[in-house]
């Protein structure tokens, strides 16, 4: 999030926030859309927007890393789905040239066009049953642990007051990060309980988030070869079965009568 640090380095330098703007060159509707919510925060609160801007950039920043593997993981999922589901294909193709009439048995035969079938719907099913395994994948908010380290900077500038709060709250239904308001609220118990700064106790609580979220999809993306196996096994394998063993056996047994 190159663009956001620009305009926060901008700000640092004392430029006016309508060069730096201009400057940071900031791309895509939703990240323009993140930093004026940021900075409409930061003039209710009090703020500084360069020290908020940072915190956006940084949240950003993990939440690509985060998409980027498990964009790599279900890449190498869709390659394996085509590969396996093109398989059969190529394997009556190949038997077909090695003298086997696998074509002849799938097309102009009752068992043929009952493998046919049957292969054809357990491929199916198994390409739709890989991509459920797929949607199931964790997608935390791109603005996880932003709410947290917003209200941690906002408590060192000037205190978390009410009115903090309900500014915070406003922004986390927007990302759906509501789960962080409760956070702050024990945090801030714990503060007055033992009397350590809140700012401290919000800022690693933000880090905990973020590094549980990567760690869930790591821990996704391990699982996911071992998922897929499922519809291989209950599915794809039989599928190759029924479209090409069978018909070989089929023309072998016709060869040999003839």
């Known amino acids: ?70 964009s790599a993981a279900s890449a190498s999922a869709r390659q394996t789905i085509r590969i396996l589901t093109l398989l059969p294909l190529a394997t009556a193709v190949a038997a077909q040239w090695f003298g086997f009439d696998v074509i002849r048995v799938l097309t102009a035969t009752p068992l043929g066009w009952t493998c046919l079938v049957l292969g054809t719907g357990m491929t199916v099913a198994a390409r739709k049953w890989m991509a459920s395994i797929q949607k199931r994948m964790p997608n935390p908010s791109h603005h996880l642990g932003l709410i947290l380290a917003l209200a941690a900077g906002i408590a060192r500038s000037s205190g978390l007051t009410a009115t903090h709060r309900q500014a915070l709250s406003q922004l986390a239904q927007k990302w759906g990060t509501e789960a962080e308001l409760v956070d702050i609220d024990r945090h801030r118990r714990l503060s007055v309980e033992t009397g350590v700064p809140i700012a401290g106790l919000l800022t690693v609580e933000a880090e905990l988030v973020r590094r549980r979220a990567s760690a869930s999809v790591r821990h996704a993306i391990e699982l996911l070869p071992g998922r897929l196996l499922a519809p291989v096994g209950a599915c794809l394998f039989p599928a190759f079965i029924v479209t090409t063993v069978i018909p070989v056996v089929a023309s072998m047994i016709g060869d040999f009568v003839a």
């Not at 006016?16 to 925060?41: F, H, K, M, Q, T």
């Open 1 to 70: 999030m190159s663009g956001i640090r620009v305009l926060s380095a901008g700000l640092t330098a004392g430029l006016p926030l309508e060069r730096a703007l201009a400057l940071s060159d900031i791309g895509g509707e939703a990240e323009r859309g993140s930093v004026a919510d940021i900075l409409e925060l930061a003039r209710h609160t009090g703020v500084p927007r360069a020290r908020v801007l940072t915190d956006l950039a940084d949240s950003l920043d993990e939440a690509e890393s985060r998409v980027g593997a498990i």
